[in-house]
């Protein structure tokens, strides 16, 4: 199945992710394989790494697509964007165009601490939807804030829109997180799949377990829709098209 991957660490020596151009292009032969066409690279912005200048990442970027196409095939794209530890200084730099939203667009992947309280997602997303910015909240099944009964709902309401990895959806029914992802994805509260991938080893791009679940318990447009149709408006700069969208009107 196409997908577009809109949260992967593929940039070389950025971050925790890839350590040179030649793992980036074997993650990327890895991911293709796995029905992956195109990515945004998002290396972190955060405290624990240097903040980096949103024009090598553009560079970066080109320079990897070109190895892409020569080496993974020739139609295969690398967009700029960065994934954002939200903090009181992220609406600024956003303003002064220190951080890169998702492929240029105004959407923006934005991450926190695991035990983040509800009241901080809540406020980061006003805030951001009030500046126009339309916020991602990356790997949604880390926040156990959210486990909540209508906490998800409340934030999507609000104009946040939910990103899930795919290596959580495959695994054990015993696995609370996986049973509630699960969940999630069958009340079609999530609006993007992605891989997170880091490397080729520990973290490598993981997508099959998950698309054999999905394929037996969801419809085949949703899964269209977070796979790929949605990233791809991102990238259009238009408005996802899953289910609860209707809630953003």
């Known amino acids: 199945m196409k997908k577009i991957d809109i949260h992967c660490h593929v940039l070389p020596k950025l971050d925790d992710g890839s350590a040179s151009l030649q793992e980036s292009i074997r993650m990327l032969k890895l991911a293709y394989r796995q029905g992956i066409q195109a990515v945004v690279a998002t290396p972190h912005d955060s405290h624990q790494f240097r903040q980096e200048d949103p024009e090598k990442i553009r560079n970066l970027c080109r320079r990897l697509e070109t190895r892409a196409r020569a080496e993974v095939n020739p139609d295969f794209r690398v967009y700029p964007g960065e994934e954002i530890f939200y903090s009181q200084e992220t609406l600024e730099k956003l303003k002064r165009n220190q951080l890169l939203t998702i492929g240029e667009s105004r959407y923006i992947l934005i991450e926190f601490m695991p035990n983040v309280p509800y009241s901080l997602l809540y406020r980061a997303v006003r805030e951001l939807t009030e500046e126009q910015y339309r916020p991602i909240l990356a790997h949604m099944e ?108």
């Open 142 to 249: 880390r926040y156990g804030v959210l486990r909540e009964k209508g906490r998800v709902e409340e934030l999507i309401k609000a104009g946040a829109y939910m990103q899930m990895n795919y290596r959580r959806i495959g695994g054990r029914w015993y696995d609370e997180t996986v049973r509630w992802c699960r969940k999630m994805l069958k009340n079609q509260k999530v609006h993007f799949l992605a891989t997170d991938m880091h490397n080729t080893k520990s973290r490598r791009p993981q997508t099959q377990e998950a698309e054999a679940w999905m394929e037996k318990h969801l419809e085949r447009t949703y899964i269209e829709e977070i796979a790929w149709k949605n990233q791809e408006k991102i990238l259009r700069d238009a408005q996802p098209d899953a289910e609860m969208d209707i809630l953003h009107n």
